[in-house]
């Protein structure tokens, strides 16, 4: 079996900082693209950030030098570094990997971490 587990949401007040991490698990060979997505209730998931196997970064307009994303790929984790955060950055976060294991090669989804910005 192969799981993908986030950690580090929660509450925060506007102007804060809060770190994400999402670790892999399970017989996985090779780890290639991963990446956050966030979602509302009114609002589709969107994606936050995107980082390569070999570190190439991606981000959405929104997060731009506020958000920084990284990866360990000898742990299997990865992470995303929130700072100055804002209410609408109120989500949950979800993180995914596209994952090379001995049962295949497939995208693989966390189940979600909550993080509110409020005051």
């Known amino acids: 079996q192969v799981r993908l587990v986030e950690s580090g949401g929660g509450l925060v007040q506007p102007g804060g900082s809060l770190r994400l991490s999402c670790a892999a698990s399970g017989n996985i060979l090779a780890i290639y693209d991963m990446g956050w997505y966030r979602q509302t209730p009114e609002k589709q998931r969107e994606l936050v950030a995107r980082i390569s196997s070999d570190g190439v970064m991606t981000y959405t307009d929104s997060v731009k030098g506020r958000f920084t994303i990284s990866r360990d790929n000898a742990k299997k984790t990865m992470y995303l570094q929130m700072n100055t955060l804002k209410p609408e950055d109120t989500a949950v976060y979800y993180c995914?990997?596209?994952?090379?294991?001995?049962?295949?090669?497939?995208?693989?989804w966390g189940p979600g971490t909550q993080v509110t910005v409020s005051s």
């Open positions: 995914y990997g596209d994952l090379f294991w001995i049962g295949g090669q497939a995208d693989y």
